[in-house]
């Protein structure tokens, strides 16, 4: 008899709150307001997108942009009362398909794209390539330190135990993988002589 599913959405959550509890970096974001989700991948290969970071706000957090003549806005998501600023998406079964350095890695790549204000914005860095800096090689490179140093407080095996999974493995085990499935959150065009 099959056990529970196994609820990645949950499992993807614990970690997250534990790296922002344990690394300095991380320290600025509130989990609850971060949704948790994945999205099925086209295809199951290795290569292409395995997560996202959708932001709720505009440059500075602000809620309209101006946009070829038009005032526009993003869709508002809540869970209750909380209002997400972030959505934080995964994309299954390619990214529970890689090794364990590689999802964390990952994780940790989205998480520190929320801007250190935390108001719904990415962090941006001077110059045109404003989300990795001048070079994702070497952007990804402080991400796989960041990895380290978390691994080397010795995170619970409760926490990081399923990362070791992949997908088929935690399916077969658990009977199932489930999770939060939201769409990514549309741009609204705001009508401005409604709202004078």
């Known amino acids: 008899m099959p056990n529970t599913p196994f609820d990645f959405s949950a499992a993807m959550r614990r970690l997250c709150e534990d790296v922002c509890l344990r690394i300095p970096e991380f320290q600025h974001i ?15 290969v290795p290569h292409g997108l395995q997560a996202k970071l959708t932001p709720m706000r505009f440059a500075g957090g602000v809620l309209t942009e101006r946009r070829r003549g038009r005032t526009w806005t993003v869709q508002r998501i809540f869970t209750g009362e909380q209002e ?10 390619r990214f529970l398909d890689h090794s364990p350095q590689e999802k964390l890695v990952t994780t940790l790549h989205e998480l520190y794209h929320i801007s250190p204000q935390f108001n719904g914005d ?6 045109r390539c404003f989300a990795h800096t001048g070079s994702q090689a070497n952007y990804d490179a402080h991400m796989a330190e960041l990895a380290k140093q978390y691994l080397k ?29 939201v769409p990514i959150p549309k741009l609204i065009a705001v009508d401005e002589r409604s709202s004078a």
């Open 30 to 44: 509130r989990m609850d307001a971060v949704g948790v989700t994945y999205a099925q991948a086209r295809r199951r």
């Open 122 to 127: 990415i962090r941006r860095f001077e110059g």
């Open 84 to 93: 997400l600023l972030y959505l934080l998406t995964f994309y299954l079964p």
């Open 153 to 181: 407080g010795r995170p619970s095996k409760s926490i990081v135990g399923f990362l070791a999974s992949s997908f088929d493995d935690l399916a077969t085990r658990h009977g199932g993988v489930v999770g939060l499935k």
